[in-house]
């Protein structure tokens, strides 16, 4: 049987892969399988070439200060062709630094402003404050208003711009910056977070949000996902709120 192909690009999984980023690529990967998907998946480490047109799905993962520093001069030189093809719908998703450097500029413990790509309506700034431990966010990104869960562990600070569109509100946890109970961000079909963990296995609905966006784009709406059995990942995602929130 025919498998229709949808190609997964990695960015930088040797300098972005912390708190188990890796996972949303291994969970995309294993997803498409399972919706009767072939996965092709390309991993684009520092200076190598890349076609973002090409692309159906964008994974980027979170890093420190330190990796942020090493990829930013790269970042910067693919930023036209990235935000030509997230204009033309490429599905995305960027954890933690990657999130960070969509925005405008990162400015830096010590002082450094990092210039970001400025596709996402946003920009950051270092605090004293670390903000760590599980998060638990209402979204409507999914249609009916649901939880989305993660782990965040930041002290950059996210502000975004007036038009800009949050992934969704805290109901526990810190989130963009601790003070206006937004996190991350969505634009067009392209999602910024501070939520590792990694996020995708434990939140199903947003990994196959990511998968139709990434199809539709590809074949004009001819492949719809069925549902699957997301029992476990569901007994998983519910085992975070209870954990966070004291409730089922």
Not at 49 to 70: M, N, S, T, Y
Request: include cysteine.
């Amino acid at each position: 049987m025919h498998r229709p192909p949808v190609r997964i690009c990695s960015l930088y999984p040797e300098l972005l892969n912390i708190y188990g980023d890796r996972g949303n690529v291994i969970t995309m990967v294993q997803r498409a399988r399972w919706h009767n998907l072939e996965p092709i998946v390309a991993e684009v480490a520092l200076g190598a070439p890349v076609d973002f047109a090409a692309c159906d799905l964008l994974l980027i993962g979170g890093g420190q200060d330190r990796e942020q520093k090493i990829l930013v001069n790269d970042f910067a030189a693919r930023g036209p062709d990235l935000a030509a093809a997230i204009q033309d719908g490429l599905a995305m998703l960027a954890i933690c630094g990657a999130y960070q450097l969509m925005g405008r500029h990162y400015l830096t413990a010590d002082g450094e402003n990092l210039p970001g790509l400025g596709i996402f309506d946003a920009w950051t700034e270092a605090s004293k404050d670390r903000m760590i431990g599980n998060v638990v966010v209402e979204t409507e990104l999914l249609g009916a208003a649901r939880t989305v869960v993660g782990f965040e562990n930041h002290s950059g600070k996210t502000y975004l711009g007036p038009g800009a569109r949050p992934l969704g509100r805290v109901l526990k946890g810190h989130g963009n910056n601790g003070q206006d109970g937004r996190e991350g961000l969505v634009y067009r079909n392209a999602v910024g977070t501070y939520l590792h963990g990694s996020l995708l296995p434990k939140n199903p609905q947003l990994a196959d949000w990511l998968l139709q966006r990434a199809l539709d784009r590809r074949y004009g709406g001819a492949i719809q996902l069925g549902r699957l059995d997301d029992e476990f990942e569901e007994r998983a995602h519910a085992a975070v709120v209870r954990q966070v929130l004291g409730k089922s």
